[in-house]
Structures are given as C-alpha cells and as structure tokens.
Nanobody
C-alpha cells in the first residue's frame, strides 16, 4: 500500500519558518514535490525535486523555500523561510512514478500551514 504522510504544518507568524516532511512508504518515487491549495484557489505548484536532485519552484516561493529529499529515508522536505500570510494553505506532498505507459501521481492527505500577519 502506497502512503505519503505529511507532517510539520502549523501556525506561524509572518517572517517565521516551518519545515514540512513527507514520508513515503510502499513505493520508490521518481519525482517528489509539494503543492498547495488555499481556500477558493486551485492547487498550485510549490516545488518539485527529481530523483537526481534537480529542483523546480513556483515563482511565488523562489528564494524563500527549499525542497530536498533523502532517498535512503524515502522522504521529501520543504524548508519554508520568510513566510507570508499569502503562504497560508493546505500543503500536499506529491510523488510521480514514470513507466513505459506514462506516469502516475500519488498524493498525501495534506497538512495545514497558517501564517498570521
């Protein structure tokens, strides 16, 4: 059974930091990443990281957030610094497996991040 379990969300003041973790079990993922969804908004890219360590960030978080992964622990992290109220959202861990037929996405259940002004 594939599971992606997020942790590390919470309430923080603007300018503060949080570190999210996502532990994956049951599968080895190629690309891992984080997406977020605020009320009334579509889910948007936060950051992704390939199995080789290549990263990609959404424009709104560049320079503030850092994604990393520990392949031995099958875990992906998101270090969030200089948080802003507009970063408030549910953050979802995402993983992708590539195969001959295409790709398949896996999702965690999400962790709430709330940034107060």
């Amino acid at each position: 059974q594939v599971q992606l379990v997020e942790s590390g969300g919470g309430l923080v003041q603007a300018g503060g930091s949080l570190r999210l973790s996502c532990v994956v079990s049951g599968i080895r993922l190629n690309r891992m990443g984080w997406y977020r969804q605020a009320p009334g908004n579509q889910r948007e890219l936060v950051a992704t990281i390939s199995s080789g360590g290549t990263t990609n960030y959404g424009d709104s978080v560049k320079g503030r957030f850092t994604i990393s992964r520990d392949n031995a622990k099958n875990t992906v992290y998101l270090q969030m610094n200089s948080l802003k109220p507009e970063d408030t959202a549910v953050y979802y861990c995402n993983g992708v497996v590539y195969n001959i037929g295409g790709s398949r996405d896996y999702w965690g259940q999400g962790t709430q991040v709330t940034v107060s002004s």
